[in-house]
């Protein structure tokens, strides 16, 4: 909204001229964010609490975990919220790039807010049963790869996308398999990020790092002189995903201020699944779906952790009688609890591994 109203007024002042600029815009995204999450903050948890919509804890989990009975949880939503309004306010509203973004964000956490709401306040224990779960993100994800093939928001084919540590290799994906990719990474994504969601802080502050990341990409994407000298793809307008991203981080980073531990509030899947989803659109439309998987380093790690347990489990049983695990308990991070860390100790040890991640992303942009 300020890109298309105040520039115009230059002639008045010179600072007008200030909010045609990217950067001066994604910081202003960011702190818009944090300091709405940190406004919004209490009046929703009031709220939740007068819901009641505490938080479930498995008997199974970590015997820390029991306090945390009751916890509000949906606090999704005040990401979501924050995000939405600071990216109407700081982004360029006609450009393609930000309107799918957004949509993903409100799509993903129209999704995660249904399960909350079902597994919390209707006392469904599995909440939105899994499989409606996963079609309304692989919906959405069939829906954005046609619609890219269909009418292309680049000049770079659809479906292409580049590949970390080369600048004159690519890959090309047969159209057909290109839309289908854009689902599995968009539902990927989200439920590796709501995979990690199990420890006070975890998910938010490596979202916060991830996004960050990603919106110094994109903003390099967007422009022909860096693009060009670090042999990465030119999308005209990709730089307004950076205002998005550091619209996305500026939120998470306010929920922060009421998840750390001991939390106050819990994302749900109401945050979860529009941090993970987003994260997934903004590498689909960046074309940087494989950086993806060294940015969110720790995701992937959270993921494969739940996916080896399950996949081992049910091989021993069919082959011995017996389920046998690898980890004591999956996701990973429940893993080290159970070895006796402390939950501080797991999830600032994992944001280092996130920002290790980072660095790595980072050095694919010389490593060419």
């Known amino acids: 909204m300020f890109y298309h109203f105040l520039p115009p007024l230059v002639d008045l002042h010179i600072v007008f001229n200030l909010f045609s ?8 995204a960011g702190a818009t964010a944090l300091i709405l999450a ?6 929703t948890i009031r709220w ?3 819901l009641r919509v505490g938080e479930v804890v498995r008997s199974e989990g970590p ?24 990216t109407l306010l700081w982004a360029e509203l006609t450009n393609w790039f930000t309107a799918l973004a957004l949509l993903a964000l409100l799509w993903m956490g129209a999704i995660g807010f249904m399960d909350d709401y079902l597994q919390v306040v209707k006392g469904r224990s599995k909440g939105l049963v899994a499989r ?58 989200s439920n590796a990020v709501n995979l990690t969601d199990g420890l006070d802080g975890l998910a938010a502050g490596l979202a916060a790092i991830a996004l960050a990341t990603i919106g110094v990409f994109a903003y390099l994407v967007g422009r022909v002189d860096t693009s060009a000298y670090l042999g990465l793809f ?7 995903l950076s205002v998005f991203a550091a619209a996305l981080a500026g939120a998470a980073v306010g929920f ?15 945050g979860s699944l529009a941090l993970g989803g987003a994260l997934g659109v903004l590498a689909i439309l960046l074309k940087a779906e494989f950086l993806l998987v060294i ?33 004591l308990m999956a996701p990973v991070h429940h893993h080290f609890e159970k070895l006796g860390w402390p939950e501080t100790k797991v999830v600032i040890r994992f944001w280092i591994l996130g920002i290790l991640c980072a660095m790595a992303a980072f050095s694919t942009l010389k490593i060419r």
């Not at 940190?38 to 009046?43: A, N, Q, S």
């Not at 030119?234 to 307004?240: C, F, I, R, T, V």
């Open 256 to 270: 922060l201020w009421f998840n750390a531990p001991p939390a106050d509030v819990f994302m749900g899947d109401t």
């Open 295 to 327: 940015v969110g380093g720790v995701f992937v790690m959270e993921a494969l952790s739940v996916i080896v347990q399950t996949t081992h489990f049910k091989w021993t049983k069919r082959r011995y009688g017996e389920g046998r695990r690898v980890f």
């Open 21 to 28: 600029f990217i950067t001066f815009r994604a910081v202003g």
């Open 48 to 50: 939740l609490r007068r």
């Open 132 to 189: 409606y779960k996963m079609v309304g993100q692989l919906t959405f994800g069939l829906a954005l790869g046609t619609f890219l093939v269909l009418h292309p928001i680049s000049p770079v084919p659809p479906n292409w996308t580049m590949v970390p540590f080369f600048d004159a290799w690519y890959a090309h994906f047969w159209i057909p398999a290109y839309v289908v990719f854009v689902a599995l990474v968009i539902s990927g994504s």
């Open 38 to 43: 940190f406004v919004l903050g209490p009046p």
């Open 234 to 240: 030119y999308l005209p307008g990709s730089g307004e």
């Open 63 to 86: 015997e820390t975990h029991l306090r945390k009975a009751g916890t509000p949880t949906m606090g999704g939503t005040l990401i979501v919220i924050s995000a939405a309004v600071s």
